[in-house]
Structure formats: structure tokens, C-alpha cells
């Protein structure tokens, strides 16, 4: 039996949902949905996961979860949970695209009756909504702190006033009783770090947010340091000095920087990062409260600790995502200006060294003037980003695309007597745009030159089809050198528009405009380099654009 | 004879030139309701057109030309990302249109031009 038989054999057995599942997933605000066999077939969603994608149940169920989520980075992890029958959970790192919401998914097998995996659970969370929640949270517990206050004062004051009174007295006591609940209740959270202290700092309550967040025990710091001893020094000496600057009293670099604005009745909310007990650093976003007796003296310190490591992280993505948009309509709105003047002076070049009547001894000149407005020409349409020139798709043979552009480098190649190996497993044509295809593999050729020292080696690979994500089938081209490398901290940026580390002789333009040729045409592309070891460039490319009519039926 | 239409005096006139160096008897026209003008006096067998042109933009010209059912070629040329959007929603209307990105080198457009003009292809 081969395995795409037994595929069919396995979903055609996979039960229907439970009638209690189904009321519970119903009902679940977590966005669920069930795929079934190798080409996750949707066979179930709940009104979450419709709300999440903006689609109804009957334009999602019966479509694969490639169709939903085409290019979506949970599809390899669909596969791995479907092949390996191991629940995994994947959080999308930063969007390369402009996008502000990034998920995370929770992935579970649906087993059959032999225990082989038959379909996978997918739960969805948005990682935007936790951070929502968390901010929520935080606001929620500061109002409830100060309601706290309020409470005990409240109750004290009744307490104080009217001892006597029976009634009085009661409602004092219920007061109180509340108040506790409510201590109890915050103290107990454990995504909070809530840690009280003595009027000079000395540690008195710690949390298990607390313990959980900083990886101390309460017994470990409890009557022995303050808040000030796990805060970064550097930050705690600046925060000093910012302080005596701002309200003009000398703050020693301690605990009194942490609480100062507290103990003077200002609402005192900042970040401030803190190390953890085996070194490790997070952002905390810390609020500060005084606690104060009857008398209103000062008898300790509430400080309430969120991590702010998540928010910290999309705050960057959407800062480098809004850089990204921002260029992309600078490089637009300057390539259309420069366009109609350029293509002018290129035409009148032609008509000046066309001219019959050209003495010999200009032509040079123009020949160079010709050569470097077109290398202009060349980066505005560059710039333009992949500008579709109308010629539809036609089959396109990968290997003929490699071995001419890798003739046009002809030259380059000899200098640096570098060895070109070339192993072509596949005859498999794909279907793309002809030109696009040859920007692709001479973007990638272009580098790999670069990266290459004297006789080094370049090696070029094509893959046969395979079946990639479920449905698609997609050609594998790899091309590897084993040149300079890619400094780790060069790789996360390597898709950047503009982002060059050829100085004067590098556009910041090439892989850019390559990964959006590939997005483009459906395949995705992999790029993995280590610093003097050399560089792979993946791309795998769809066998069949998939068409209008395919999406829609 | 090929009419070119831009609406940059300079683009149309240089491009027309080359045109008439590399053989082809050509007009230049610096709009739309200007090129529709010569349209009806002259007959062009092709026509080269810029897409982003006040009043009247190179694709609504385009579906204008295919409507007078005169068997006219029609090349359009454009700098701009956002038109690939404009054809192809012509396209999906019936309307097959040929399109360059600018800056196109003028080796590279009367390559065009030979292929267009030999093959049976009309708006």
C-alpha cells in the first residue's frame, strides 16, 4: 500500500468531534480548529477561530489549512505533529511583513484506533491579546491595590471612630474581612511579581509571581535584601541621578531611587530591568506603592512587577516593521520621480551615439555614460520592487536558468578559479516568469561570488518534486558556497530593504527583491550561513501556480 | 506607424526619434484625448503609451482604442509599482495588455516593438 492510500484510509476514519467537545470548543474564546489527514483538510472550526480569521465555517471547513494560512509558519509544524503524532507548540517569531499581530498555536494529534495520528487539534492565541490582557491586568491590579488602601483606611477609620457602636464595628470587621480576601487574592497571583517591603526596603513579602519570575524563593530574600539588590545596578545609579536632577534632592543609588516618588504620595509607575538568580536579565514594568499606618506615617513599600519581555519584543517588531513600510514608500514615491527623467536621457543618449554623423572619438565617453545611467536604471527597478512586466508564466527549466546565468559570470568565475559542481536530480520544470526567475538565481549567484575567496567551491543542486506542506508539490534549488559566511547577527536583517554590509558597492536590494520573487510565485526560500564556513540558499518553488479557479471551488 | 503617448514632452519626443532611426514612421502625442485624436486621423498600427497620465490614465485609454475595433497593438510602459494592478484588473475585463517597467532601454524596445508588430495580437 502506498502511503497516499493509506493517508485516505487513515482520514476516512477519523470520528466526528464528540457532542461534548463540540460544546466545549463552542464555547471556548481560544480560536480551535481540526485538521484531518496529510493535507490538513479543515473538518472543524469553532466561531474563535472563524472570528480570528475572518472567514465563516463554510468557506473554512473542507478547504486545507494551506489555503487558510497560505504561508503561514505554522504549516511545517502541522506536518510534524501529523507525522510524528507529538504535540508541539509554535510562537511566530517577529513578521518580516507589516503586520502588528503574530501568533502562537498549540498543536495536538488526533489519534486513531491503531494510535497513529489521523488528524491534529489546532489552537490558536494571539500574542497580541495575551499582551492586551496583561496590560489589562496590571491596570486592574493597581486599581485594586488602591481600592485596598482605601478599604483598610476605610475600615480603620470606622474602627477608630466608632468602637462602640455594634454595627459600626461589624462593618468595620467586614471590611477588613474583604480586604484580606482581596490580599490573598493578589498575593496568590502568580503572574505577578508582588513584593512588599519594610519602610527601608528590607524584603518582607515575596509572591509566587515573585518566585516565579526572578527564581528566588521568599525564603532566599525574605529580611534580607531590598527590591534594589535584583534591579540592574547601572539602571538603579541612573535612575538616582535622573531623580535628583528632576526634583532636586540628592537620592542615594538604592532602594530611595526605587520608592522616592512613592514616599512623596507621586503615583510612580516605571520600567526598570531586573536579574534573575542565575544572572539572566528581563524588562519589568514596576508600579510602587507607599503603605501607610493610621497615622499616615510610612510602614512599608508594595512594588508590583510585571515582566515586560513580550511587550518589549512586539514593540521592536512593529518599530523595524514601520521602518520597513516607511522605506518601501520613500523608495516608491523617488523611483517614480526618477524614472521619467531617466528613461529621457537614456533615449537621447541612444539617438546622440546612433547618430551617423558621431566622430569615433566621443563614442567611449557615451558608451560609459550609457553604461552607468543604465546601472541607475537597474537599481530604480530594483527598487521597484519585482515590477511585473505582463508575459505570463510559461514552463520555466531551472537548470538552463542556473547554467546561463552562471554564464554571464563567466569572467568572475576564472579570476578567482572557483570550482562549480552542479548535481541536477530533477528534469521538472516550473511554472514562473522567465526574467524573474534569472533575477532570482543572479541575485544569488551575485553574493555568492562576492563571499567567494580564490578558488573556492559553488555548488548547485535541483531537486526533484515533493510534496511540501500537504498539497503543493514544489521544486527544491539549492546553491551553496563555502565563502566568508554570514555574521549571526547579520542574518535576522539579511531580507531588509537596504540593509547592505557592502558598504559603496552593495544596493541592500538583492535578497530583498529575491524572497519577494519567490513569495511571489508561492515558494519560500531559506537562507542558514555561519562566519567562515560558507552560505546555503534554499528556494523551493511551486511545480503548478496555483490559479484563481482552484482557490475558489 | 507606431504613436507614442506620454505625457513628458521629452520622453514622447525621444522615443518617437528612436522609432523613426530604427525605421518606423512615429508621432508623438503628450495625452490621451490628444492621442485619440491622432488615433482617428492616422490609423497607428501600434501604440506605445505611458499608464500614469493626468485626466485620462494609458489603461482607460487603452480600453477606449480596443473599443473603436481597429485591430491596434497596444504597448504600455510605466514607472509606477501600483499599475501591474490597473492591467491586470483589465486583463480580468478581457483586455490583454502588454506592459514594460520604465526606464526601458531603447535596444530593449524596439525589441519589443519588432515582436508586437509580428505577431497577430490586437486590442
Known amino acids: 500500500m502506498d502511503s497516499e492510500t493509506n493517508t485516505n484510509h487513515r482520514t476516512n476514519h477519523v470520528p466526528d468531534l464528540p457532542s461534548l467537545c463540540r460544546f466545549i470548543f463552542n464555547n471556548s474564546p481560544l480560536p480551535v480548529a481540526m485538521a484531518v489527514g496529510a493535507k490538513h483538510i479543515v473538518r472543524y472550526v469553532n466561531p474563535a477561530f472563524c472570528f480570528l480569521t475572518g472567514k465563516s465555517e463554510y468557506e473554512l471547513i473542507g478547504n486545507t489549512f494551506s489555503e487558510i494560512l497560505p504561508e503561514d509558519e505554522c504549516l511545517p509544524v502541522l506536518d510534524r505533529v501529523y507525522c510524528t503524532g507529538e504535540a508541539e507548540t509554535h510562537t511566530e517569531p517577529e513578521h518580516s511583513e507589516i503586520k502588528t499581530a503574530y501568533w502562537s498555536y498549540a498543536m495536538w494529534p488526533v489519534l486513531g484506533a491503531d494510535e497513529r495520528p489521523m488528524g491534529v487539534m489546532i489552537r490558536v492565541t494571539e500574542t497580541a491579546m495575551f499582551r492586551q490582557q496583561a496590560i489589562e491586568m496590571n491596570q486592574e491590579l493597581l486599581l485594586t491595590a488602591v481600592r485596598q488602601h482605601e478599604l483598610i483606611e476605610e475600615a480603620e477609620r470606622l474602627y477608630a471612630q466608632l468602637q462602640g457602636e455594634m454595627t459600626a464595628r461589624k462593618l468595620a470587621e467586614e471590611a477588613l474581612f474583604r480586604a484580606g480576601a482581596l490580599q490573598r487574592a493578589i498575593f496568590n497571583s502568580a503572574n505577578f511579581s508582588s513584593i512588599a517591603t519594610d519602610a527601608n526596603g528590607i ?351 | 506607424m507606431i504613436l507614442v503617448v506620454d505625457d513628458e514632452h521629452a520622453l514622447a519626443d525621444t522615443l518617437a526619434l528612436i522609432l523613426e532611426r530604427a525605421g518606423y514612421k512615429s508621432t508623438a502625442a503628450y495625452s490621451a484625448s490628444e492621442a485619440l485624436m491622432e488615433v482617428e486621423k492616422q490609423r497607428p498600427d501600434l501604440i506605445i503609451s505611458d499608464v500614469m497620465m493626468p485626466v485620462m490614465n494609458g489603461v482607460d485609454f487603452a480600453v477606449k482604442v480596443s473599443e473603436l475595433r481597429l485591430g491596434i497593438k497596444v504597448l504600455l510602459i510605466s514607472g509606477h509599482a501600483g499599475t501591474q494592478d490597473m492591467v491586470e484588473a483589465a486583463g480580468s475585463d478581457g483586455l490583454s495588455l502588454d506592459l514594460l517597467a520604465k526606464p526601458v532601454l531603447p535596444e530593449d524596445l524596439l525589441a519589443r516593438v519588432a515582436d508586437i508588430l509580428d505577431s497577430n495580437y490586437s486590442v
Open chain 1, 203 to 553: 524584603i518582607q513579602i515575596f509572591n509566587v509571581g515573585a518566585e516565579r519570575m526572578l527564581g528566588y524563593t521568599a525564603a532566599e530574600v525574605m529580611n534580607k535584601i531590598t527590591p534594589a539588590d535584583i534591579s540592574d545596578p547601572q539602571e538603579v545609579i541612573a535612575r538616582a541621578k535622573a531623580l535628583s536632577l528632576e526634583l532636586g534632592i540628592p537620592i542615594k543609588p538604592g532602594f530611595e531611587a526605587l520608592v522616592f516618588k512613592a514616599s512623596r504620595g507621586i503615583e510612580d509607575i516605571y520600567e526598570l530591568t531586573k536579574v534573575r538568580k542565575d544572572g539572566s536579565r528581563f524588562p519589568a514594568i514596576v508600579s510602587v506603592t507607599a503603605l501607610r499606618d493610621a497615622q499616615e506615617a510610612i510602614i512599608g513599600y508594595l512594588l508590583i512587577g510585571t515582566d515586560n519581555t513580550a511587550r518589549k519584543l512586539a514593540e521592536e517588531a512593529l518599530i523595524r516593521s514601520e521602518k520597513l513600510a516607511s522605506v518601501g514608500r520613500l523608495a516608491a514615491t523617488i523611483t517614480h520621480e526618477i524614472n521619467n527623467p531617466l528613461s529621457s536621457a537614456l533615449n537621447a543618449l541612444f539617438l546622440v551615439r546612433t547618430d551617423p554623423a558621431l566622430p569615433q572619438s566621443v563614442k567611449s565617453h557615451l558608451t560609459i555614460a550609457e553604461q552607468e545611467l543604465g546601472r541607475v536604471a537597474h537599481i530604480t527597478k530594483q527598487t521597484l520592487g519585482f515590477f511585473r512586466e505582463v508575459g505570463n508564466p510559461t514552463a520555466v527549466d531551472l537548470a538552463e536558468v542556473l547554467d546561463s546565468v552562471l554564464d554571464i559570470y563567466g569572467p568572475r568565475l576564472r579570476d578567482k578559479e572557483i570550482t562549480v559542481l552542479r548535481s541536477y536530480r530533477s528534469k521538472t520544470g516550473i511554472r514562473a516568469v522567465d526574467g524573474e526567475m534569472r533575477q532570482v538565481a543572479s541575485n544569488i549567484l551575485a553574493n555568492s561570488f562576492d563571499a567567494l575567496s580564490q578558488g573556492g567551491k559553488l555548488h548547485m543542486r535541483l531537486f526533484g518534486p515533493q510534496a511540501i506542506r500537504g498539497a503543493r508539490r514544489m521544486v527544491r534549488m539549492t546553491i551553496a558556497d563555502d565563502g566568508a559566511g554570514i555574521a549571526a547577527e547579520n542574518l535576522k536583517r539579511i531580507f531588509e530593504p537596504f540593509f547592505t554590509t557592502k558598504q559603496s558597492i552593495g544596493t541592500g536590494l538583492g535578497l530583498w527583491v529575491t524572497s519577494e520573487l519567490v513569495k511571489k510565485h508561492g515558494g519560500r526560500m531559506r537562507l542558514r550561513s555561519r562566519l567562515g564556513k560558507g552560505t546555503v540558499v534554499t528556494i523551493w518553488l511551486p511545480m503548478e501556480r496555483r490559479g484563481q479557479e482552484q482557490r475558489t471551488a
